[in-house]
């Protein structure tokens, strides 16, 4: 789905959760994270970075409300906004996928990540 679309539908979704939920997962760092959102997905970037320890805490429980797919790594979160699939790539995949890259060149435990990372972007993007 394009940003465009991917942000009228977050916004659906915002507005059905009733006060009370609102209140418990628009904290000011989450709003500004949302407002980011909504200047990438009118400019049609199908990803957002959060490299701010506090803001990805704080944008955790929107992330888990909404089912957003992320890309954990050691500088921050890759948010992609083209789907509400709620699929992860953690950070442990990262690393071990960065080390076997450099390390092991040709090991099958590299071949299979690379399997489940490019299923994983191919999946986010389409």
Request: net charge positive; proline share 2%; hydrophobic share 35%.
């Amino acid at each position: 789905m394009k940003p465009s679309t991917f942000f009228k539908k977050l916004s659906k979704k915002i507005n059905l959760l009733d006060p009370e939920r609102k209140k418990f997962l628009f904290s000011k760092s989450n709003l500004s994270v949302l407002k980011k959102i909504s200047e990438y997905c009118q400019e049609e970037k199908k990803v957002i970075v959060i490299s701010d320890n506090e803001e990805r805490v704080e944008f955790l429980k929107v992330a888990k409300e909404f089912g957003l797919s992320i890309y954990y790594t050691r500088r921050g979160w890759a948010i992609f906004l083209t789907n509400f699939d709620n699929i992860r790539f953690t950070r442990i995949k990262d690393d071990r996928y960065r080390f076997l890259r450099k390390a092991y060149p040709k090991c099958g435990e590299l071949k299979r990540l690379e399997k489940v990372r490019n299923k994983f972007f191919k999946d986010v993007l389409k």
